[in-house]
């Protein structure tokens, strides 16, 4: 079965704070893609990134970086120095083999920068 | 730029109501989804379509039908809505049938409160 966990439900942070948004996944197959989206207050779910479970290479995007390890089958999320509009819900998705063509979602992590 | 506009951004219904919530795409995906989001449960499938005319259960198709007559168009139907279907309630689109790492693109969600 495949599954996705985000086992922070809210995090509250200073601006200019580091913060790490935590994604455990389970699946068997051994080909699979994880996303991180972001959910800001308007409600329209954005795309942030996308690895494949044969990357294992860490990315980075200005203030954003992802950390996959499939050991730990954790795909994690880090923003740092926050800035107030980084306040937003951002949910890890998953797609799998024999999943299909389904995204299955964590519950979302609710991110508040506070000014 | 990758379109998904869903017909209403808030919506009251009467228990008992029969309730249709439209979802246009406009870059010719064959993926469609239909999403519910619910405080602490995160984003569950309801139904989705891999190509017109066809369609496939998620997670909770309980009460709901969907219809795809139109590659575009992707409908999500409450046969008699009640209140536990009060919820938010996102469509998004994904470009190949059999691919496991295109990204999903969401509409801006419909909030559905049923009264």
């Known amino acids: 079965a495949q599954k996705v966990t985000q086992a922070q439900t809210e995090i509250s942070v200073v601006e200019k704070e580091d913060v790490t948004l935590d994604c455990v996944y389970e699946?068997?197959?051994?080909?699979?893609?994880l996303f991180w989206y972001k959910q800001p207050p308007s409600g329209e779910l954005v795309f942030l990134i996308r690895?494949?479970?044969?990357?294992?290479q860490n990315e980075i995007s200005g203030r954003y970086s992802w950390n996959f390890q499939k050991s730990t089958s954790s795909f994690n999320f880090t923003i740092t120095a926050s800035q107030v509009v980084d306040s937003a819900v951002y949910f890890c998705a998953l797609t799998s083999d024999s999943g299909t063509y389904k995204y299955i979602f964590g519950t979302g992590t609710r991110l508040k920068v506070l000014a | 730029d990758v379109k998904v506009t869903q017909s209403s951004r808030y919506l009251v219904k009467r228990t008992g109501e029969k309730v249709f919530l439209e979802c246009v795409q406009d870059m010719d995906h064959e993926n469609m989804f239909w999403y519910r989001q619910d405080p602490g449960l995160g984003l569950r499938l309801i139904y989705f379509s891999y190509d017109v005319k066809m369609k496939e259960k998620g997670d909770i198709p309980e009460g709901y039908s969907v219809s795809r007559e139109k590659k575009e168009r992707f409908s999500l139907i409450l046969e008699s809505a009640s209140t536990n279907q009060t919820s938010m309630y996102l469509c998004a689109s994904s470009l190949h049938s059999q691919e496991l790492n295109t990204e999903a693109f969401f509409g801006q969600g419909t909030r559905l409160t049923v009264v």
């Open positions: 690895r494949n479970s044969f990357d294992e």
């Open positions: 699946t068997r197959d051994t080909t699979y893609y």
